[in-house]
C-alpha cells in the first residue's frame, strides 16, 4: 500500500494567477542523473506516468505554507505548489530541499526571492545583512514604522527579514493593540497610518503573517484597520457588514466544528481581499498571490470535509424536494448547493467528477426539476447556475438521466423540457436566465461530447428522443408567432427569445443531419421560419436567412426539391427587394447565399432560381451573381434543345405494343454492334457459321409455322400485319463461339425514308413492300417462312 505520508496533489499557478490541478500522485526524492543532482518526482497514483521531475536547485526559493504546503518557482511566471495530504510528509520534503539547499528546515523560505536590478541585487545578496529591528510599538512611532515597512518592500530580502521580525516579535499584535487605543481616542492620523502599514504587511506576501491575522481574535481588527483609507473622507463600515448584514445561515446544522471555523475564515479573507484591499496596481499583483492561494486551498479543504459529511448532503436533498419544504427554506438550501458546486470548481477533474456523481446519485437533477420551475428569480437563478455547472462538467451524466426517466409519456415532466420552457417564460426582459439555458441545451445536444460505444451509441438514443418529446416544445414559440403571412408578436421581448431558438435550430441543422431534416420536411419548418423575413427586427430576418442558408450549404438534394417544390426562394427574394439595394448586412448575407449556390454549381436551384427570378433580378448589377445564374441558365436550355432534337425520331417506338424494357432494348442495341465487330473481324467464320445457322432458322421456321396455324385456330385470332408487311416478331441468330442457338428478337419497327432504309435488329428491310407478302399471324410465336429475315454476312 502506498505512503499516505508522501501522497500530494500537484498545483500550477497559471496566467489568471489561478491555481490548476495537474494531478494527485506520490512525491519522492531521488537522484537523477540527467539533472546530475537531486530532484522531486511525482508519480500519478492512477497509472504511475510522471507528473513532476523537477531538480532542486541551489538557489531556489521554496516556501512552506499552512504546515502541508510547499511552494516554488520554476523559470519566469511558472509556480508550482505540493499540497500534502499529511503534515508528515510535507516536513520530510521540506527537510529533503533544505538540506539539499544548506539551510535550517525551521525556516518557511529557503532563498530570498531576488528580483530586483542588478545594482540591488549585489546590495542586498549577503547573508550577512544585518537583522531589522522593529521600532517600540506605540502611537508615537508609528509614522516610523510606517516607513520602516515601505522601505523594506523594494527588495525580497529585506522583505523576508522584515517578515521574520514581524512573526518573532509578535507585532502585528501589537499593533493591533494600539489600534484600539486609536480609535478609542479617534486620532485620525494615527489610524490613517496603522491602514498603509497593514496594507504594506499584505505585500509582503506572507503565509505566517496571514495566518496570524486571520486568526479568530484578530480578523475582525484587521477589517477595522482596513476601514480607515485616507483616501475616504469617512471609515467605511466593514466590520458592521461582516457582523451584522452577511450571516451565516446553517441550513442543515454542521457538526464539524473545524469545517465551521473554516468556512467562516474563507468568506472573511475572501471580503477582505474582494472588498476591503484597494484594487492592486499592476505592480502589486503578484504581491497578493499568498493570499489567493490561502483562499483556494480553503476552498478545497472545505469541498473535501463537506463531501465527508455523509448525513448532511442526504439531507440536503431530501429537504429539497420535499413538497412540505417552504419557500424560504428552499432558497436558502439552493443558494448552499450553489455555493457548494463554486467551490467544486477547485477541485482537480477526477474528484471533480466523483463529487458531481455524488450530487447526482443523491438526486440533484430532481430536485432542480423542482427548483427550476418556481417563480422566485432568486431560486430559479440559482438552479440555472447549479445545473450548468454539472452540464459544463459533464453533459453525458445529465443525458443519462434525461434517458432513464421513468415517465416519458408525459413530456411535460421531462427536464430537457423543463429548460426549454424556463428559457421560453423567461421574464426578464434581457433574457438573461433564457440565454444561460440556451446554451445548457446546445452543450446537450452536442454530438462531439457524446459517447459512442461498442454496444450502443449516445447520440443516436439521446437525439431519437429528443425529437420524438422535446423538438415540439422548443419551435412551438416559432410556430405560434407565423401563422399567418406575417410575424403575429413584434415586442423586443419576443424577438429575442425567437433569436435563441432560430440560433438553436441552426445548430441543429449543422449537426443533426438526419433528425433536423426528417423534422423540417414533414412539419414544413422552413415555411414557417421565413415568415420570420418580414419582421420589422432586423435581426430577426438574418436570423432566418442564416438558418435557409445553413439547410443550402448542406448542399442535400432533398432539401433542394423542398425548396423548389415549396417556392420558398421567393420569400427571400421579397425581402432583397424591400431592402431596396440598402448596402447592409442583410443585402450581403442574402447575396452571399446565391452567390454559393453559383459558385458550388448547384443545378436544380441555380436553374429555380433563373426561371423563376431572372427576370425580377436582371437590374440588379451592383454584383455579377444573378447575371451569371441567368446565363448558365440559358446555356443550359440551349443544349436541352439540342438533345431533344436529336431523340425525336425514338417517339415512334411507343406505337409498338409489344415493347420492352428500354433497358432491355439497350443490352440488345449493344450486342448488336458487338455481333457486328466479331463479323468484321471473323468474316471467314462467320460465312460458314451463317450457312449453317441458315439450314437450323429454315427448320425451326417451319415448326412456329405449324404452332402459329394451330394457335389461330384455338384462339380465332386473325393476324395483323404492320404498315410496312415487316414480321412483328423476328427470331435473331446468336454467334456464339460455344453453341448454335435461336433467340427470339426484340420487337422491330420500320421507319420509312424515302432516302434511307433504316436497319433494325439483326436484319435489313426492303425498302418497298412485296406483292407476295403474305399475312402474318399476331402471335408472337409464329413468322411465315417466306418472310423470315436472313442474318447480315
Given at each position: 500500500m502506498a505512503d499516505t505520508r508522501r501522497r500530494v496533489k500537484l498545483y500550477a499557478l497559471n496566467a489568471d494567477r489561478q491555481w490548476d490541478d495537474r494531478g494527485t500522485g506520490h512525491v519522492s526524492s531521488s537522484f537523477v542523473d540527467k539533472f546530475k543532482g537531486t530532484s522531486l518526482l511525482v508519480r500519478a497514483e492512477s497509472d504511475g506516468s510522471l507528473l513532476l521531475e523537477s531538480k532542486i536547485h541551489p538557489d531556489t526559493a521554496y516556501q512552506k505554507q499552512q504546515e502541508t504546503l510547499i511552494v516554488w518557482s520554476e523559470g519566469e511566471n511558472y509556480d508550482l505548489a505540493l499540497s500534502f495530504q499529511e503534515k508528515a510528509g510535507c516536513d520530510e520534503i521540506w527537510e529533503k530541499i533544505c538540506q539539499v539547499q544548506g539551510k535550517d528546515p525551521s525556516v518557511e523560505i529557503t532563498q530570498d526571492i531576488v528580483e530586483e536590478s542588478e545594482d540591488e541585487r549585489y546590495e542586498d545578496v549577503s547573508d550577512t545583512a544585518p537583522p531589522i529591528e522593529l521600532p517600540p510599538c506605540d502611537i508615537g512611532r508609528l509614522e516610523e514604522i510606517s516607513e520602516l515597512i515601505s522601505s523594506c518592500l523594494p527588495s525580497p530580502i529585506r522583505r523576508e527579514k522584515l517578515a521574520v521580525a514581524l512573526e518573532s516579535d509578535n507585532y502585528i499584535r501589537k499593533l493591533i493593540e494600539v489600534f484600539h487605543t486609536c480609535e478609542d481616542l479617534e486620532n485620525i492620523d494615527s489610524l490613517h497610518q496603522l491602514y498603509e502599514i497593514f496594507k504594506n504587511i499584505f505585500l509582503l506576501n506572507k503565509n505566517a503573517l496571514f495566518e496570524v491575522m486571520f486568526a479568530d481574535d484578530t480578523i475582525f481588527d484587521v477589517v477595522g484597520i482596513l476601514e480607515y483609507d485616507p483616501s475616504s473622507p469617512n471609515p467605511k463600515q466593514h466590520r458592521d457588514y461582516l457582523r451584522n448584514v452577511s450571516r451565516f445561515k446553517e441550513v442543515i446544522p454542521i457538526t464539524n466544528t473545524e469545517l465551521v471555523n473554516k468556512i467562516h475564515q474563507t468568506y472573511r479573507v475572501q471580503y477582505i481581499q474582494d472588498a476591503v484591499l484597494p484594487t492592486p496596481s499592476v505592480f502589486e499583483e503578484n504581491m497578493l498571490s499568498t493570499l489567493?492561494?490561502?483562499i483556494f486551498f480553503n476552498k478545497v479543504e472545505i469541498v473535501s470535509l463537506l463531501q465527508e459529511e455523509e448525513k448532511f448532503l442526504a439531507e440536503l436533498f431530501v429537504q429539497l424536494t420535499d413538497e412540505t419544504t417552504d419557500d424560504e427554506k428552499r432558497k436558502d438550501l439552493v443558494l448552499f448547493l450553489k455555493e457548494f458546486c463554486t467551490f467544486s470548481q477547485t477541485l482537480?477533474?477526477?474528484?471533480?467528477?466523483?463529487?458531481?456523481?455524488?450530487l447526482l446519485s443523491l438526486g440533484a437533477l430532481q430536485a432542480l426539476e423542482i427548483t427550476l420551475g418556481m417563480d422566485d428569480q432568486t431560486i430559479k437563478s440559482a438552479s440555472i447556475d447549479i445545473l450548468s455547472y454539472i452540464v459544463d462538467f459533464s453533459p453525458p451524466m445529465v443525458r443519462e438521466y434525461v434517458l432513464q426517466q421513468s415517465n416519458p409519456q408525459d413530456d411535460d415532466q421531462l427536464i430537457i423540457n423543463i429548460i426549454i420552457e424556463q428559457m421560453i417564460c423567461d421574464l426578464d426582459p434581457d433574457l438573461g436566465g433564457a440565454v444561460q439555458l440556451s446554451g445548457i441545451l446546445k452543450l446537450l445536444l452536442d454530438p462531439d461530447n457524446m459517447l459512442v460505444t461498442v454496444n450502443k451509441s449516445e447520440k443516436t438514443d439521446f437525439l431519437n428522443f429528443f425529437y420524438k418529446h422535446c423538438m415540439h416544445v422548443l419551435i412551438a414559440p416559432v410556430l405560434a408567432n407565423t401563422a399567418g403571412d406575417k410575424p403575429s408578436k413584434e415586442d423586443s421581448q419576443t424577438a429575442q427569445l425567437l433569436g435563441l431558438i432560430m440560433e438553436l435550430l441552426t445548430f441543429c441543422v449543422e449537426h443533426h443531419t438526419y433528425h433536423i431534416k426528417n423534422y423540417i420536411l414533414h412539419k414544413d419548418l422552413l415555411r414557417r421560419i421565413l415568415v420570420l423575413l418580414k419582421s420589422k427586427h432586423t435581426f430577426l430576418v438574418l436570423c432566418a436567412v442564416r438558418f435557409m442558408r445553413k439547410i443550402i450549404g448542406l448542399k442535400d438534394e432533398f432539401y433542394n426539391r423542398y425548396i423548389i417544390n415549396g417556392n420558398l426562394v421567393a420569400p427571400v427574394i421579397d425581402s432583397f427587394k424591400r431592402n431596396n439595394g440598402r448596402y447592409n448586412l442583410l443585402d450581403s448575407a442574402i447575396l452571399e447565399m446565391f452567390e454559393f449556390i453559383k459558385t458550388e454549381?448547384?443545378?436544380?436551384?441555380?436553374?429555380?432560381?433563373?426561371e423563376m427570378f431572372g427576370k425580377a433580378l436582371e437590374k440588379v448589377d451592383y454584383v455579377q451573381t444573378f447575371k451569371s445564374l441567368r446565363l448558365r441558365f440559358e446555356q443550359t436550355q440551349d443544349k436541352l434543345k439540342d438533345r431533344s432534337s436529336l431523340e425525336s425520331v425514338s417517339a415512334v417506338l411507343r406505337n409498338n405494343r409489344f415493347r420492352r424494357d428500354a433497358r432491355q432494348l439497350d443490352e440488345d442495341e449493344e450486342m448488336w454492334f458487338n455481333e457486328e465487330d466479331e463479323m468484321e473481324d471473323n468474316e471467314s467464320m462467320n460465312d460458314s457459321m451463317s450457312r449453317k445457322l441458315d439450314a437450323e432458322f429454315d427448320q425451326i421456321g417451319k415448326m412456329l409455322d405449324k404452332?402459329?396455324?394451330?394457335?389461330?385456330?384455338?384462339?380465332?385470332?386473325?393476324?395483323?400485319?404492320?404498315?410496312?408487311?415487316?414480321?412483328?416478331?423476328?427470331?435473331?441468330?446468336?454467334?456464339?463461339?460455344?453453341?448454335?442457338?435461336?433467340?427470339?428478337?426484340?420487337?422491330?419497327?420500320?421507319?420509312k425514308s424515302p432516302t434511307l432504309t433504316r436497319k433494325v435488329g439483326l436484319v435489313d428491310y426492303p425498302d418497298e413492300d412485296s406483292d407476295d407478302e403474305e399475312e402474318e399471324d399476331d402471335d408472337t410465336s409464329g413468322v411465315p417462312v417466306s418472310k423470315r429475315p436472313r442474318l447480315n454476312t
Amino acid at each position: 500500500m502506498a505512503d499516505t505520508r508522501r501522497r500530494v496533489k500537484l498545483y500550477a499557478l497559471n496566467a489568471d494567477r489561478q491555481w490548476d490541478d495537474r494531478g494527485t500522485g506520490h512525491v519522492s526524492s531521488s537522484f537523477v542523473d540527467k539533472f546530475k543532482g537531486t530532484s522531486l518526482l511525482v508519480r500519478a497514483e492512477s497509472d504511475g506516468s510522471l507528473l513532476l521531475e523537477s531538480k532542486i536547485h541551489p538557489d531556489t526559493a521554496y516556501q512552506k505554507q499552512q504546515e502541508t504546503l510547499i511552494v516554488w518557482s520554476e523559470g519566469e511566471n511558472y509556480d508550482l505548489a505540493l499540497s500534502f495530504q499529511e503534515k508528515a510528509g510535507c516536513d520530510e520534503i521540506w527537510e529533503k530541499i533544505c538540506q539539499v539547499q544548506g539551510k535550517d528546515p525551521s525556516v518557511e523560505i529557503t532563498q530570498d526571492i531576488v528580483e530586483e536590478s542588478e545594482d540591488e541585487r549585489y546590495e542586498d545578496v549577503s547573508d550577512t545583512a544585518p537583522p531589522i529591528e522593529l521600532p517600540p510599538c506605540d502611537i508615537g512611532r508609528l509614522e516610523e514604522i510606517s516607513e520602516l515597512i515601505s522601505s523594506c518592500l523594494p527588495s525580497p530580502i529585506r522583505r523576508e527579514k522584515l517578515a521574520v521580525a514581524l512573526e518573532s516579535d509578535n507585532y502585528i499584535r501589537k499593533l493591533i493593540e494600539v489600534f484600539h487605543t486609536c480609535e478609542d481616542l479617534e486620532n485620525i492620523d494615527s489610524l490613517h497610518q496603522l491602514y498603509e502599514i497593514f496594507k504594506n504587511i499584505f505585500l509582503l506576501n506572507k503565509n505566517a503573517l496571514f495566518e496570524v491575522m486571520f486568526a479568530d481574535d484578530t480578523i475582525f481588527d484587521v477589517v477595522g484597520i482596513l476601514e480607515y483609507d485616507p483616501s475616504s473622507p469617512n471609515p467605511k463600515q466593514h466590520r458592521d457588514y461582516l457582523r451584522n448584514v452577511s450571516r451565516f445561515k446553517e441550513v442543515i446544522p454542521i457538526t464539524n466544528t473545524e469545517l465551521v471555523n473554516k468556512i467562516h475564515q474563507t468568506y472573511r479573507v475572501q471580503y477582505i481581499q474582494d472588498a476591503v484591499l484597494p484594487t492592486p496596481s499592476v505592480f502589486e499583483e503578484n504581491m497578493l498571490s499568498t493570499l489567493s492561494s490561502f483562499i483556494f486551498f480553503n476552498k478545497v479543504e472545505i469541498v473535501s470535509l463537506l463531501q465527508e459529511e455523509e448525513k448532511f448532503l442526504a439531507e440536503l436533498f431530501v429537504q429539497l424536494t420535499d413538497e412540505t419544504t417552504d419557500d424560504e427554506k428552499r432558497k436558502d438550501l439552493v443558494l448552499f448547493l450553489k455555493e457548494f458546486c463554486t467551490f467544486s470548481q477547485t477541485l482537480q477533474p477526477q474528484s471533480r467528477e466523483t463529487f458531481f456523481k455524488t450530487l447526482l446519485s443523491l438526486g440533484a437533477l430532481q430536485a432542480l426539476e423542482i427548483t427550476l420551475g418556481m417563480d422566485d428569480q432568486t431560486i430559479k437563478s440559482a438552479s440555472i447556475d447549479i445545473l450548468s455547472y454539472i452540464v459544463d462538467f459533464s453533459p453525458p451524466m445529465v443525458r443519462e438521466y434525461v434517458l432513464q426517466q421513468s415517465n416519458p409519456q408525459d413530456d411535460d415532466q421531462l427536464i430537457i423540457n423543463i429548460i426549454i420552457e424556463q428559457m421560453i417564460c423567461d421574464l426578464d426582459p434581457d433574457l438573461g436566465g433564457a440565454v444561460q439555458l440556451s446554451g445548457i441545451l446546445k452543450l446537450l445536444l452536442d454530438p462531439d461530447n457524446m459517447l459512442v460505444t461498442v454496444n450502443k451509441s449516445e447520440k443516436t438514443d439521446f437525439l431519437n428522443f429528443f425529437y420524438k418529446h422535446c423538438m415540439h416544445v422548443l419551435i412551438a414559440p416559432v410556430l405560434a408567432n407565423t401563422a399567418g403571412d406575417k410575424p403575429s408578436k413584434e415586442d423586443s421581448q419576443t424577438a429575442q427569445l425567437l433569436g435563441l431558438i432560430m440560433e438553436l435550430l441552426t445548430f441543429c441543422v449543422e449537426h443533426h443531419t438526419y433528425h433536423i431534416k426528417n423534422y423540417i420536411l414533414h412539419k414544413d419548418l422552413l415555411r414557417r421560419i421565413l415568415v420570420l423575413l418580414k419582421s420589422k427586427h432586423t435581426f430577426l430576418v438574418l436570423c432566418a436567412v442564416r438558418f435557409m442558408r445553413k439547410i443550402i450549404g448542406l448542399k442535400d438534394e432533398f432539401y433542394n426539391r423542398y425548396i423548389i417544390n415549396g417556392n420558398l426562394v421567393a420569400p427571400v427574394i421579397d425581402s432583397f427587394k424591400r431592402n431596396n439595394g440598402r448596402y447592409n448586412l442583410l443585402d450581403s448575407a442574402i447575396l452571399e447565399m446565391f452567390e454559393f449556390i453559383k459558385t458550388e454549381d448547384m443545378k436544380s436551384l441555380g436553374t429555380y432560381v433563373a426561371e423563376m427570378f431572372g427576370k425580377a433580378l436582371e437590374k440588379v448589377d451592383y454584383v455579377q451573381t444573378f447575371k451569371s445564374l441567368r446565363l448558365r441558365f440559358e446555356q443550359t436550355q440551349d443544349k436541352l434543345k439540342d438533345r431533344s432534337s436529336l431523340e425525336s425520331v425514338s417517339a415512334v417506338l411507343r406505337n409498338n405494343r409489344f415493347r420492352r424494357d428500354a433497358r432491355q432494348l439497350d443490352e440488345d442495341e449493344e450486342m448488336w454492334f458487338n455481333e457486328e465487330d466479331e463479323m468484321e473481324d471473323n468474316e471467314s467464320m462467320n460465312d460458314s457459321m451463317s450457312r449453317k445457322l441458315d439450314a437450323e432458322f429454315d427448320q425451326i421456321g417451319k415448326m412456329l409455322d405449324k404452332k402459329g396455324r394451330e394457335t389461330e385456330e384455338k384462339e380465332n385470332l386473325r393476324a395483323v400485319p404492320n404498315k410496312t408487311g415487316s414480321p412483328i416478331l423476328n427470331i435473331r441468330k446468336v454467334n456464339s463461339p460455344t453453341s448454335n442457338s435461336v433467340q427470339p428478337l426484340s420487337p422491330t419497327v420500320e421507319v420509312k425514308s424515302p432516302t434511307l432504309t433504316r436497319k433494325v435488329g439483326l436484319v435489313d428491310y426492303p425498302d418497298e413492300d412485296s406483292d407476295d407478302e403474305e399475312e402474318e399471324d399476331d402471335d408472337t410465336s409464329g413468322v411465315p417462312v417466306s418472310k423470315r429475315p436472313r442474318l447480315n454476312t
